[in-house]
């Protein structure tokens, strides 16, 4: 399994609720990533997670929470955002932080998220 | 913080034209990274530079990685339609954090 599987595709909230962005690999990567991208935009950092700890927080509100359940799950808790909250949230995983690998970072298909 | 500049932003070509991106670091990176990113899609990892003034090539795509690691450009000879996409480079820094830091792209429309 060579994939990064985000869950869901599509997300319509409002400011006031409060959901859950999923991300999933099997490749025994040990570094995971969330990523914001606006459109035609490059990809923003958000979180690292490194051997299932947090790593870097690139100073992401607080309505944005990470969890790393295990070395294979990442999640991206959502509560009370804002309609500017509104992008394409793309998951990550690589072999390693401190390690170059060749194959680089595996990115999901992401989820896109409209906060009305 | 570590900055990554790209450019053009944009370019349009002829089917068959060459096509060049560069990318320039604020700090020396522990290497370089490039992605393609098709309309509606997501960043697919296309090569990783580690050594200072290393060359590496994939059939039409030529990557490149300054001396000083802290430029690269990617060259692609005779472009095609299936070209068509956002190429981004993404720097590590020499912290070797995982925080890799995305240039701001270059979109290549081709021309049939």
């Known amino acids: 399994d060579t994939e990064v599987t985000q869950t869901p595709k599509h997300l319509v909230m409002g400011m006031t609720n409060k959901k859950s962005l999923k991300c999933e690999q099997h490749m025994g990567h040990r570094a995971m990533y969330w990523y914001k991208q606006k459109a035609k935009k490059p990809p923003e950092l958000m979180f690292v997670?490194?051997?299932?700890?947090?790593?870097i927080n690139e100073s992401v509100p607080s309505r944005f929470s990470p969890e790393c359940p295990n070395s294979s799950l990442l999640n991206l808790h959502l509560h009370a955002l804002q309609p500017e909250d509104s992008a394409l949230y793309l998951c990550?995983?690589?072999?390693?932080?401190?390690?170059?690998?060749?194959?680089?970072?595996?990115f999901g298909s992401g989820t896109r998220l409209t906060v009305v | 913080g570590q900055q990554v500049m790209q450019i053009p932003q944009y370019q349009h070509v002829q089917e068959g034209e060459d096509f060049t991106t560069y990318c320039n670091s604020s700090?020396?990176?522990?290497?370089i990274q490039w992605y393609k990113q098709r309309p509606g899609g997501h960043p697919v990892f296309l090569i990783q530079l580690v050594k200072s003034g290393e060359v590496k090539k994939q059939k039409r795509l030529t990557f490149q990685f300054g001396e000083a690691k802290k430029n690269s450009s990617l060259h692609i000879t005779a472009t095609q339609t299936t070209d068509v996409g956002t190429y981004f480079c993404a720097g590590l820094g020499s912290s070797n954090t995982g925080k890799l830091i995305f240039g701001q792209g270059t979109t290549l429309q081709v021309k049939p």
């Open positions: 700090t020396t990176l522990s290497n």
């Open positions: 990550a995983s690589s072999q390693d932080v401190s390690l170059p690998s060749r194959y680089g970072y595996t």
């Open positions: 997670y490194s051997y299932e700890k947090l790593s």
